[in-house]
């Protein structure tokens, strides 16, 4: 599968996967090198060569049962043709932004809401006069960070075919690549709209359309019909809800890929002309937008719901990517020659949206109604 894309203002940029940290990156070799350490000593015991495998070995469990991988009259092309897939990118703008490692065996990790000091100021001459001495209430909030997994299996025979030539080898790949696109789902999925079947204590986790701290605005309008005003129209409002909670700038603006395409394509020639007498050119609609005080960028997805603007500051004030470990495959235990071989693909990951002691937050969610 080829590497998705983050469509931009900008233009497009291949999507970054999150990197290993140190201690993710030794736990991932140590556990791939004791599993070939197993199958090495596995393979001693029964007398195979770990590193031909079954098929150098002529004399084993061969026959006329032997299966032919495939058409040995033909050739196989280098590559194959995955499932085409729709265009992801949220959790990844924001883990190539605002990720932090946390360690595998935290579950639940909090973050601290300070409440304001009294306001009470003294002002004097002499400066013998005392004010009001308090200190911040504490509050803390939650986000369990869940393990993300599914695994593909072949059993020990059909590995082996599997390795035999490049056609096979893709198809074991693909495989692999099929399961782990569900995992990248999922991860879309739970930043838009979280989890609701995970509760630790009450802490949950919540996506940008469903937390409760969110702000709200219903522009009442379909986009890909609507005129260049209202539209603009629909993103101010969006934006002046965070305004009211005291965000004002560095919003990223999420958006439905065939909302943002309408946007990106349809001109506002009642503002600009076409051209007009002193020769400024036409600009499109997302142009227009992103003039607007505050708009840092606009970001295309076809996992945003159509006629759904998000506003978000995209900043570790307001957002977190909690990585605990990043998208791998980790080798199930294998403890005789015929047991199947199982893939399991995992991530452990948690978007944690963040909200100040007064529930004010840098989000915006702006829906038809």
């Known amino acids: 599968m080829k590497s998705n894309k ?7 940029s291949t999507i970054k996967p999150v990197g290993f ?27 195979i060569d770990a590193d031909a495998g079954w098929q150098q070995e002529t004399s084993v469990f061969s026959g006329n049962a032997a299966t032919v991988p495939h058409d040995s009259f033909g050739q196989w092309a280098a590559g194959g043709i995955d499932i085409k897939r729709s265009m992801l990118g949220i959790f990844d703008d924001l ?8 360690d595998i065996g935290v579950m639940v990790d909090y973050y601290a809401k300070y409440s304001d000091n009294s306001t009470d100021v003294n002002v004097t001459l002499d400066g013998r006069g005392k004010a009001k001495t308090d200190q911040n209430v504490i509050e803390y909030a939650g986000t369990p960070i869940p393990i993300i997994d599914n695994s593909v299996s072949y059993g020990w025979r059909q590995m082996q ?25 999922k991860r879309e999925d739970m930043a838009l709209n979280g989890f609701d079947n995970i509760n630790i204590g009450g802490s949950k986790i919540y996506g940008m359309l469903n937390h409760p701290d969110r702000n709200t605005f219903a522009h009442g309008i379909t986009i890909q019909s609507a005129t260049p005003k209202e539209i603009k129209a629909a993103v101010v409002g969006t934006l002046k809800a965070c305004h009211a909670d005291n965000f004002k ?13 309408y946007i990106a394509s349809e001109q506002d020639a009642l503002a600009t002309g076409t051209p007009t007498a002193t020769g400024a050119l036409r600009k499109t609609i997302e142009q227009e937008l992103l003039q607007l005080p505050g708009v840092d960028r606009i970001v295309a ?24 470990m990043p998208l791998a495959q980790v080798l199930q ?20 949206l963040k909200s100040d002691f007064k529930k004010q937050m840098g989000l915006a969610v702006g829906t038809v109604a």
């Open 333 to 352: 235990f294998r403890a005789n020659t015929t047991d199947e071989y199982v893939f399991k693909n995992m991530c452990a990951q948690a978007i944690q």
């Open 249 to 261: 700038s560095g919003f990223t603006v999420y958006m439905n890929w065939d909302d943002w395409f």
């Open 6 to 12: 983050i469509i931009t203002a900008n233009g497009s």
């Open 301 to 324: 997805s076809d996992s945003v719901p159509v006629n759904t603007i998000i506003a978000l500051v995209r900043d570790s004030e307001c957002v977190e990517i909690l990585d605990a």
């Open 161 to 185: 075919t599997l390795m035999r030539g490049n056609g096979g080898g893709l198809m074991r790949d693909n495989g692999m690549r099929n399961k782990n696109r569900h995992i990248l789902e």
């Open 21 to 47: 940290s140190a201690d993710q990156q030794k736990l991932m070799i140590n556990h791939i090198q004791a599993w070939n350490n197993n199958e090495r000593m596995m393979g001693q015991r029964f007398g």
């Open 95 to 102: 883990a190539s932004a605002v990720t932090r490692s946390v």
